[in-house]
């Protein structure tokens, strides 16, 4: 069964930082794609915020290029979510996927809160 337990969360200034992290009970360089979510209250949906593929490659939201960078770390199985220049809209639960032959797990969510 595939584990997901995200962390890092917070409340932060406009402008501040946060490091999500996200550890998964597999090989992470071995797992297709991990992607961040992100859901605000009011939306049923969640949002893409960054993924990244087991060759490495990394794919951002318009909203958020520039400003976030999505990594890994093998020897912790670990994805991690950098998080700079944050504004308040940024205000959401955010999500660690994990996505395998079309099959999603997701983590239970850390909040992140950006006051103005």
């Known amino acids: 069964q595939v584990q997901l337990v995200e962390s890092g969360g917070g409340l932060v200034q406009t402008g501040g930082s946060l490091r999500l992290s996200c550890v998964v009970n597999?090989?992470?360089?071995?797992?297709?794609?991990m992607g961040w979510y992100r859901q605000t209250p009011g939306k049923q949906r969640r949002e893409l915020v960054a993924?990244?593929?087991?060759?490495?490659?990394?794919n951002y939201a318009d909203l958020v290029k520039g400003r976030f960078t999505i990594s890994r770390d093998g020897a912790k199985n670990t994805v991690y979510l950098q998080m700079n220049s944050l504004k308040p809209d940024d205000t959401a639960v955010y999500y660690c996927?994990?996505?395998?032959?079309?099959?999603?797990?997701w983590g239970r969510g850390t909040q992140v809160t950006v006051s103005s």
């Open positions: 996927r994990y996505s395998r032959g079309g099959v999603h797990y």
């Open positions: 597999e090989n992470i360089f071995s797992i297709p794609i």
């Open positions: 993924q990244i593929t087991s060759a490495g490659s990394t």
